[in-house]
């Protein structure tokens, strides 16, 4: 806050411009002086100035999107338990399969069908069949 860094800047004056001073002073107070100081030697402003490095954005997203994708490769499971192992949200997590044409679980074109099936559904539908002649 902006009273926190007219703080900062008192001390700075206070201290004579000591950095050790300062810092060994702020550790207790305010853990991020040395960053605001250092944001306001560079930039002139207490203000926080968004990044502007987008390579660096895109390899830490390809970075993120490898580690997802080499996860779910060898271990497919959903994304809420995921999380927890890869520390990144379930959003991020299945928007990243999503993006990339996976899904949180081994995708099946068929359902499986076993013999043992077969006359249960055989029975099912005699028993539909049956209703509906009793119904006309």
């Not at 997203?61 to 499971?77: G, K, M, W």
Request: charged residues 20%.
């Amino acid at each position: 806050s902006n009273s926190e860094c007219v703080n900062m800047v008192y001390l700075y004056g206070f201290c004579d411009g000591n950095a050790n001073a300062i810092r060994r002073e702020y550790a207790t107070r305010f853990p991020l002086f040395s960053l605001t100081f250092q944001r306001l030697k560079e930039t002139g402003s207490f203000n926080m100035v968004p990044r502007t490095d987008r390579v660096f954005a895109l390899l830490q997203n390809e970075r993120r999107t490898a580690i997802i994708l080499q996860h779910f490769e060898q271990n497919p499971s959903s994304t809420r338990r995921s999380n927890f192992a890869l520390r990144t949200s379930p959003t991020v997590i299945w928007e990243t399969l999503s993006a990339n044409g996976r899904h949180q679980y081994p995708f099946q074109h068929v359902q499986h069908l076993l013999p043992a099936d077969m006359p249960r559904r055989r029975v099912s539908c005699d028993c539909f069949l049956n209703q509906t002649d009793n119904d006309s």
